[in-house]
C-alpha cells in the first residue's frame, strides 16, 4: 500500500523499527531507505521559477529536448565537464560557466571539453539571473574578475554543482561517508543495521540514474524479503 506522507523522524535501532510521519507512527521489522538526493542550486533569479521550463540539472534526463538550442552548463568539475559533453548530441552550443580560473575536473575530462569544438569556456563567470518569461531564454552572467555583466542568449540551463544525498534523518544512526552518502555492503543493500536496507541516489554517488535507481531497489526488496524470511 502507498501511502505520500513527509517522515520527521526514525528509530531505526529500535525493534520493532519506528517510522514517524506527519500524520502517524508506522513501526516495522524491515526498512528500506530511498530517499535519494536533491541538486544543488545556485539559487540566484529566475532559477526556481523556470524549472521545468529550459532549467534542469540533469542532462541526460533532459538533453533531448534541447535539440538545436544553445545551452548554459554552470560547474567546474567532473560532473558539468560530463554533461556539457553529453549536451552536445543535442544542442548546437554548450556556455560551459566556471567560477574559478581553471576546471577542477579530471585531466582527461578538462581535455576532452577542451578539443569539443561545440563547448565554449568561459572562466572566472558566474551565473546570476536566469532570464525568461515562459521558458529561459538567456542567462545573466558576470566576470568576476572584472565585474562585468552581459546576458548569454540561451534556451536551457543546467546547474551541474554537485548533489546532496537526502541523509539529515540517518545521522547518528549508520554509516555515511565522506560525501555525504549512506554506505552498505558490497555488492548487497545491507546496511550496518540488520533489517535496514539502501536503495537510489541516496547510496549512489555514480550513477545516479533513474534506471540504476530502480535496479537498487529491487534489489533491497528481495534482500530485505530474504531477511524477513530467514527470521521467521
Known sequence: RTKSETVVEVDLKSNPKSV?????????????I???????????PGEERLKTKGVSACATCDG??????????????????????FLTKFATKVYLLVRKGEMRASKIMVERVR????????FNTEAVEVLGQERVEGVRVRNNQTGEERALAAGGYFAAIG?????????GQLPIDVKGY?????????????????????????????VTAAGTGCMA????????????
Open 163 to 171: 548533489h546532496q544525498p537526502n541523509t539529515e534523518l540517518f545521522a
Open 34 to 44: 530511498s530517499t535519494g538526493a536533491s541538486s544543488i542550486w545556485l539559487g540566484i
Open 20 to 32: 514517524k510521519t506527519d500524520r502517524g507512527v508506522y513501526e516495522a521489522q524491515a526498512v528500506i
Open 64 to 85: 533531448f529536448f534541447f535539440r538545436g538550442k544553445e545551452v548554459v552548463v554552470v560547474g567546474g568539475g567532473d560532473s558539468a565537464a560530463e554533461e556539457s559533453m
Open 221 to 232: 526488496a528481495i534482500d530485505a524479503e530474504r531477511w524477513l524470511a530467514a527470521r521467521e
Open 115 to 122: 578539443k569539443n569544438e561545440k563547448i565554449e569556456t568561459h
Open 182 to 210: 549512506l554506505t552498505h555492503e558490497p555488492d548487497s543493500s545491507k546496511t550496518a543495521i540488520p533489517g535496514v536496507f539502501v536503495a537510489g541516489d541516496v547510496a549512489d554517488h555514480v550513477y545516479r540514474q533513474a
